[in-house]
């Protein structure tokens, strides 16, 4: 069985800075796909990032310029840099790792941007 666990989310005023990281285990697969998903309170689930093992990593146009996403293939962890953070930041945030077209979910940690 799969296991996702994030770590790294916290409190931050406005412009500030924070990095998540989120790591898959148990699985004698890689991940083909890892994600950072955010859910706002009374506001559906919504993409940030996603970086393949192959191929383009996409974007949220609302995080574009502001956020990286990076993999260490090795760990089978993936980062998310977010910089020149807002309030609209503010959500859970929620990493999955695509492990032979099956999605794995991590209990989400919180992000909290405080103006």
């Known amino acids: 069985q799969v296991q996702v666990a994030e770590s790294g989310g916290g409190s931050v005023r406005a412009g500030g800075s924070m990095r998540l990281s989120c790591t898959a285990s148990g699985s004698m697969f890689d991940p083909d796909v890892m994600a950072w998903y955010r859910q706002a309170p009374g506001k559906q689930r919504e993409l940030v990032a996603t970086?393949?093992?192959?191929?383009?990593?996409v974007y949220a146009d609302s995080v574009k310029g502001r956020f990286t996403i990076s993999r260490d293939n090795a760990k089978n962890t993936v980062y998310l840099q977010m910089n020149s953070l807002k309030p609209e930041d503010t959500a859970v945030y929620l990493c999955?790792?695509?492990?032979?077209?099956?999605?794995?979910w991590g209990q989400g940690t919180q992000v909290t941007v405080s103006s």
């Open positions: 970086i393949p093992s192959l191929g383009s990593i």
């Open positions: 999955t790792a695509v492990v032979r077209f099956k999605h794995y």
